[in-house]
């Protein structure tokens, strides 16, 4: 997934960038909290979140919890890389499954749907198009191997700045040499653009809920 205003890559924004470490995140309680954070505010505008809850109160809260099960979920079996500032601040994240990694362990599965549904506790309503849209993403998913950019989010504040071309580099690096393709899943049609100067093409559309937004699928094909 990725968020409603992802980073820009210009020059300009790869100089900004510059100043930003990226590095791998460990699933501390600390690290896991500020992730979701990001995530949650990367989020907030999102018509897919806007959706499940038009309320911004509630909608922040189940962000927040959300993704931060989607996360924790993860885990071991993915690769997660935080970008920081200058000051050390938490600006983006990334949380990247090698092709030997999805689908996840039925455990995570169960961690990420639990947090699924502790999200919209406060938004019963919205639990069963919640639940269609995840099992649709999961069923669109190619049957072969891949490098999946699971979750793509930088902080509004410093959105277009090259920062979601940074937390990329070493999954399209590793997936260049091996030969291997690379795919995502992206919630506005904006976004399409952004993910094909990476090299991704559109390859399908989700629309698991009638009257429900869409969700665009992506693939990236090895050079």
Not at 18 to 42: C, E, F, H, N, Y
Not at 178 to 196: D, F, H, M, S, V
Request: charged letters at 20%.
């Amino acid at each position: 997934m990725s968020p409603a205003d992802p980073a820009g890559h210009d020059r300009a924004g790869a100089q900004a960038a510059s100043g930003v470490s990226i590095g791998p995140i460990k699933a501390t309680d600390t690290d896991l909290d500020q992730a979701a954070m990001v995530a949650a505010r990367a989020f907030f505008h999102d018509p897919f979140f806007e959706y499940l809850d038009s309320r911004g109160v509630t909608r922040a809260r189940g962000l927040a919890i959300f993704f931060r099960a989607s996360i924790a979920a993860a885990g071991r079996h993915a690769r997660i890389l935080g970008a920081h500032d200058a000051d050390g601040r938490l600006v983006g994240v990334s949380v990247v499954l090698d092709p030997e990694s999805y689908p996840l362990p039925a455990t995570s599965q169960v961690r990420q749907l639990v947090g699924a549904l502790r999200a919209l506790v406060l938004r019963p309503q919205a639990v069963l198009p919640g639940v269609r849209y995840l099992l649709a993403i999961d069923q669109a998913h190619p049957d072969e191997k891949l490098w999946y950019l699971q979750l793509l989010v930088v902080d509004p504040m410093a959105q277009r700045l090259g920062i979601g071309a940074r937390l990329q580099e070493e999954m399209l690096r590793r997936a260049d040499e091996e030969g291997l393709g690379c795919y995502l899943e992206t919630q506005k049609p904006e976004n399409i653009a952004y993910y094909r100067r990476f090299g991704y093409d559109l390859v399908g559309q989700i629309s698991p809920v009638p009257g429900g937004p869409p969700l665009f699928t992506m693939r990236r094909s090895p050079p």
